[in-house]
């Protein structure tokens, strides 16, 4: 009897110093996921000091003075959901593999008509910070209107990591809306880097996967 007791009593702490490690694997994932990068400089600068990741998108920028403008601006408070440039070459081999089809000669980022350039671009950026900690109590994602108040979706998702749900990496589903609220119409991508915080804002990077304008160029410029 005696040792049965003992056996008992060991079992239970087992149990317990299980369920205690669980809650520390839980608390680590959780207190990894509100990290914030801070860049001390503006938006803009962030994206110019990144090598040659970003060397599409400034040239985009360039030709979208009003959005540059507001990531340069040190007054304002923008969130922009920035592109590498692997999203600008899938837009274009997209968009020039149809127009290739068609008989039609391709269209780089300098030749992209100034209304859908601008269009698209305006997309990204919203005035205001949005972070993961806003938007984690959106359960069905906020809407938000870009610059040009056009509707997109932001929502919150973290992925399963190491067995447990909820415990990887904490992304940020950005949906572009397509003016309807069913959500079978909209595109959307997710991002591989959140929370970027600099001086006049909030910076989150798009999964290399995502086609710069939702895919819409390839249809725009296909008419």
């Known amino acids: 009897m005696k040792n049965k007791h003992i056996f008992l009593g060991l079992s239970l702490i087992v149990m317990l110093l299980a369920v205690a490690s669980c809650k520390k694997g839980n608390t680590y994932y959780e207190d990894f996921q509100v990290k914030y990068t801070e860049f001390d400089g503006t938006s803009l600068e962030f994206l110019e000091s990144q090598g040659s990741t970003y060397d599409s998108l400034l040239l985009v920028l ?25 999203s600008f070459t899938n837009a274009l081999e997209a968009m020039n593999g149809v127009r290739r089809a068609g008989n ?4 780089y980022l300098e030749e992209i008509p100034q209304l859908v350039l601008d269009s698209l671009t305006y997309h990204y950026a919203f005035e205001g910070q949005y972070d993961t900690p806003y938007l984690r109590d959106f359960i069905e994602g906020k809407v938000i209107k870009a610059i040009d108040n056009y509707d997109m979706t932001l929502k919150y998702k973290v992925t399963s990591a190491s067995g447990i749900i909820g415990g990887g990496q904490q992304q940020i589903i950005l949906s572009d809306m397509n003016k309807s609220i069913f959500q ?6 997710a991002t591989s880097v959140v929370n970027i915080r600099t001086r006049n804002g909030m910076l989150h ?8 304008g939702f895919s819409k160029l390839a249809k725009l410029l296909n008419k």
Do not use: C
Request: hydrophobic share 35%.
């Open 62 to 86: 360039d030709r979208v003075p009003s959005v540059r403008a507001k990531l340069k601006d040190p007054n304002t408070k923008t969130t922009f959901f920035a592109m590498t440039n692997s």
């Open 104 to 107: 039609r000669s391709p269209l």
């Open 184 to 189: 079978r119409y909209w595109q959307e991508s």
């Open 205 to 212: 990077v798009l999964a290399p996967s995502h086609n710069f």
